[in-house]
């Protein structure tokens, strides 16, 4: 059976720090692959999505950047944290159509 | 734009049915996803309609209505346990092309004995 492994599971970072949170699927081949951030009491916001290796789609302009440099990896990178980074941030894959979740990395920074 | 509407809150008691709706202004539109969230956890997918009509998984139901640019999932028998956020999203796109959701912003379904 497929299974997403996603983490840390928190992590509380400075302002002005790099970030680098990672995504590793198990059980499936060629998924696609997304990175959601989700604010208290919201619903998820796509920040990229990728359809394979090296191939990286931005969805919003901001401090962020995505790389997937395996089939099943996924990582969600920043060179220096803005206070407004803060959030909760989930990893999904999807094969059928069907996106599944990863248990998320609950981001403060300080 | 894309927007998604559905109610915020909605409260019932124990082994009622509960219907939230979602409707939905997209640039493309290939399928009504929901999902429950339960507090702190991650999403875990319920039920997806893509043709109109209604769609049976158990005590869940989804219904979808294309032309209406409206769908809603139905619970049955509430349970303690279905006290969660239910999140409508809609799939813009096919799954070669990315597979895209925009998510509506949860509603928060309380049950209470």
């Known amino acids: 059976s497929q299974t997403i492994h996603q983490w840390p599971a928190t992590l509380v970072q400075p302002v002005g720090s790099p970030l680098s949170l990672e995504c590793t699927v198990e059980?499936?081949?060629?998924?696609?692959l997304y990175w959601y951030r989700q604010a208290a009491g919201r619903g998820l916001q796509l920040l990229f999505y990728s359809v394979g290796i090296g191939q990286i789609s931005s969805e919003v302009p901001q401090n962020l950047s995505a790389s997937r440099p395996q089939d099943r990896q996924f990582i969600l990178s920043s060179k220096k944290l803005l206070l407004s980074d803060s959030g909760f941030y989930l990893c999904?894959?999807?094969?059928?159509?069907?996106?599944?979740f990863g248990d998320g990395t609950r981001l403060s920074i300080l | 734009g894309q927007s998604l509407e559905q109610p915020s809150e909605v409260t019932a008691v124990e082994g009622a049915i509960v219907q939230i709706n979602c409707t939905y202004q997209?640039?493309?539109?290939?399928?009504l996803s929901w999902y429950q969230q339960h507090d702190g956890g991650a999403p875990t997918f319920l039920s997806y309609?893509?043709?109109?009509g209604l769609e049976e998984t158990g005590r869940f139901s989804s219904f979808l209505s294309r032309s209406d640019s409206y769908g809603y999932l139905l619970l049955q028998e509430l349970q303690m346990k279905d006290s969660a956020s239910y999140f409508c999203a809609v799939s813009l796109n096919s799954y070669n092309q990315g597979g895209k959701l925009i998510f509506g912003q949860g509603t928060e379904l309380s049950v209470k004995p």
């Open positions: 059980g499936t081949s060629n998924p696609n």
């Open positions: 999904a894959w999807s094969v059928q159509g069907i996106q599944h």
């Open positions: 309609n893509a043709l109109d």
């Open positions: 997209t640039s493309g539109f290939y399928g």
